[in-house]
Each structure stands twice: as structure tokens, then as C-alpha cells.
């Protein structure tokens, strides 16, 4: 574990202010907002500071980088936001700023392709085709909340086993009603 003074060395050391207020402009116009101690904003760029701690260990700061992806995900940060951060990140920790940078993107992308709409549209197919349709959506659906709870690193392995059995019963579903056998792979 690294001791306080030597990350908060290692923190001023790489920290650049033309990236910090780059990324800090960008949150604020996704935001639409020019006063950055209302919520979101506030909330945002500390856990935006407090990554950047993280990443050059300082004691206390686990998980921040998750912690920072989700409040970009509900705050509707843009993907450009994202990776002037990463950029502001990059110098305290390559890997880690990458990863950021990486997992909130895929984030955005799965939010961008939610499966609600689609699921609820899909309940009322009817036939045989329309059977397995939903089932095949409600299939995706769980599988692509499965994928944002790993990315957003859910500690809970039960509600994790609970979408992938979900997604494992509606796949089987749609095999049953398209009758196709399971594979011998």
C-alpha cells in the first residue's frame, strides 16, 4: 500500500491543469450547466479527482474509476467527455485510464442499445415465430444486463447467476418453439 504523502507526491507530479479544465468544460456543457457545484457536476468531478488518487494509490480510494463510469452513465456524459478524461487520467495510470475509458465506452454503447422497448413490443408476438422472437429478446436482454453489471463490477455473484439463468431459460425457450436441438459442441 502506498502511504498517503508519497501518492499525493506522485498526484502532483502528473497532475496537467489544461486537461483537468478541458474535461471539466466538457462535463459541464454535457451538462448544460455553468455552476459545477450543483449535482451532478459536483459528484462527477470528484470521483473524477478521487480516480485519478486511485490510480497512484492513494489509501481509501478503491473503485473510484467504477464509481466515476456509473455517475458518466446516469449523468448522460458524452462519449467525448469520457475520453478527455481518460486523457486527463492517462498520466497517473495508462492501463487504468485505458480500462476507465474502455469500460465506460462499452457502457455507453450498451445503454445506447437498451432492449426494454423492444422486449416490451415483443410480449405481444403471437405464433410460433413471434414466441421464439421474444424469447430470443428476452434472451439478449439479460445477457446485456449481465454485461453492464460485470463491466460495473456488481459484487453480488447471486443477482449475476440470476440474469444469466434468466438469459440460459430464454434461449432454451426459443430453441423449444424454433425446434432447434441443442448443439453437440
Known sequence: MTHKSDALRAYHARYNNTTYRAAQAA???????????????????NLFIDAALEFVGYPGMA???????AATLHAGLSADTVRLMALHLAPFDKAASTDFADKTLALMTLRDHDLSNLLSQSAGLRGVSGAAANNLVSAAHALLTLTRLVLLNEPSDAYKREKLRAAERALANAKGWLKLEPSAD
Open 27 to 45: 462535463v459541464a456543457a454535457d451538462l448544460n450547466t455553468d455552476d459545477l457545484t450543483s449535482e451532478p457536476a459536483h459528484t462527477i468531478l
Open 63 to 69: 473503485r473510484r474509476r467504477d464509481r466515476l463510469a
